[in-house]
């Protein structure tokens, strides 16, 4: 098959379009042909060696394609599906109840094994979800990733209920853009930075209430003004360091922080008296289980949850593709077509 690879860490120019080995089927697995493969910063992490990977490696966590080859009568060569990204042991307590993205053998589709930039890949029968005939490729590679991570922090680790005040930062990002939907859906009240007035107008097509601009605007002064001093019930935060003290300064008494990545930096500062005095609660979030993706997937193929797509690249363009990303110019999902 063709895949892209690299053999070592570095910049995007080590990923190389090359022919790789065909993975083959084992016990309890399929194989895959994929149609598209989204990007996630994980993929950059993993190509500049945050984390130690078996080389030469294939990344790719977030695909939809048509199953290749299958020894599993209710899916059947030929079925369209998306992949859950999460792969677990599946007999362990964590597993057992449901809390698969807390199995100690957990794994993301893409990082110790090979993922979704390759024409074929191989996963467990039970990370596929079928798609309906309606929702493309594209589409469908757009959604898992950061659907299911930003579902798992607003209803299981804030427990958003109606009528709450969400911040979300970073709208244009993959987590952001899911974020806005997920919270707007549940009947909550948005807000959504960004730095483009033209990435605030996309906020707000598609679900923020109100918009901050964290380039010309001052943001927890704006969040006061919105709340009428009072701040937001849950803060949604993936930035990290060069946001940490401001997102602190928007909750409210009693609100709730979830992270679920530093891409900016990972050391943060916290001034205790605040912590303990207003009663924030601060939570770290990863991933999700597989039953809340079944779930958000639910909302997606009945047409109220929308991956945003910002560009598509051919799986030989992933380098580009990679640096587009990196960049940080997109709205929503960078995807590569296979
Ligand atoms: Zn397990």
């Known amino acids: 098959?063709?895949?892209?690879?690299?053999?070592?860490?570095?910049?995007?120019?080590?990923?190389?379009?090359?022919?790789?080995?065909?993975?083959?089927?084992?016990?309890?697995?399929?194989?895959?042909?994929?149609?598209?493969?989204?990007?996630?910063?994980?993929?950059?992490w993993n190509r500049r060696g945050v984390v130690r990977l078996p080389l030469p490696h294939i990344s790719g966590a977030d695909v939809a394609g048509e199953i290749a080859e299958s020894s599993d009568k209710d899916m059947p060569?030929?079925?369209?599906?998306?992949?859950?990204p999460g792969l677990s042991c599946g007999r362990c307590d964590a597993c057992l109840e449901g809390h698969d993205n807390m199995c100690l053998k957990y794994d993301v589709l893409g990082s110790?094994?090979?993922?979704?930039?390759?024409?074929?890949?191989?996963?467990?029968?039970?990370?596929?979800?079928?798609?309906?005939?309606?929702?493309?490729?594209?589409?469908?590679?757009?959604?898992?990733?950061?659907?299911l991570t930003a579902w798992h922090m607003l209803l299981t680790r804030a427990r958003l209920r109606a009528g709450e005040d969400v911040l979300v930062l970073g709208a244009g990002s993959g987590v952001g853009q899911a974020a806005i939907q997920i919270a707007a859906l549940h009947g909550a009240r948005v807000f959504a930075t960004a730095g483009t007035d033209e990435k605030l107008a996309k906020a707000r097509q598609i679900g923020a209430h109100e918009v901050v601009n964290h380039?010309?605007?001052?943001?927890?002064?704006?969040?006061?003004?919105?709340?009428?001093?009072?701040?937001?019930?849950?803060?949604?935060?993936?930035?990290?360091?060069?946001?940490?003290?401001?997102?602190?300064?928007?909750?409210?008494?009693?609100?709730?922080?979830?992270?679920?990545?530093?891409t900016t930096g990972y050391r943060a500062n916290i001034d205790l008296r605040f912590l303990f005095s207003r009663q924030y609660s601060l939570m770290g979030s990863y991933?999700?289980?597989?039953?809340?993706?079944?779930?958000?997937?639910?909302?997606?193929?009945?047409?109220?949850?929308?991956?945003?797509?910002?560009?598509?690249?051919p799986l030989a363009e992933a380098a580009a593709a990679q640096d587009y990303l990196e960049r940080g110019q997109q709205f929503g999902k960078v995807v590569l077509t296979v």
């Open 112 to 147: 110790q094994g090979d993922g979704g930039y390759a024409e074929l890949v191989r996963v467990p029968v039970q990370n596929l979800v079928p798609i309906p005939d309606a929702i493309g490729f594209v589409e469908a590679a757009a959604f898992p990733l950061t659907f």
């Open 77 to 84: 060569v030929g079925r369209r599906v998306l992949l859950q």
């Open 287 to 313: 991933m999700g289980a597989k039953v809340e993706l079944l779930r958000a997937s639910q909302f997606f193929f009945s047409g109220q949850l929308k991956p945003v797509v910002d560009r598509a690249f």
């Open 215 to 262: 380039h010309t605007q001052d943001v927890p002064a704006e969040i006061k003004r919105f709340t009428n001093n009072r701040g937001v019930d849950v803060v949604i935060e993936h930035v990290g360091e060069a946001t940490w003290e401001r997102s602190l300064k928007c909750m409210a008494r009693g609100a709730r922080l979830v992270t679920c990545g530093a």
């Open 1 to 44: 098959m063709k895949a892209v690879r690299f053999h070592e860490h570095g910049g995007a120019d080590v990923l190389k379009y090359e022919d790789a080995p065909d993975p083959h089927l084992r016990s309890g697995d399929v194989i895959v042909r994929v149609r598209a493969c989204a990007l996630n910063h994980l993929d950059l």
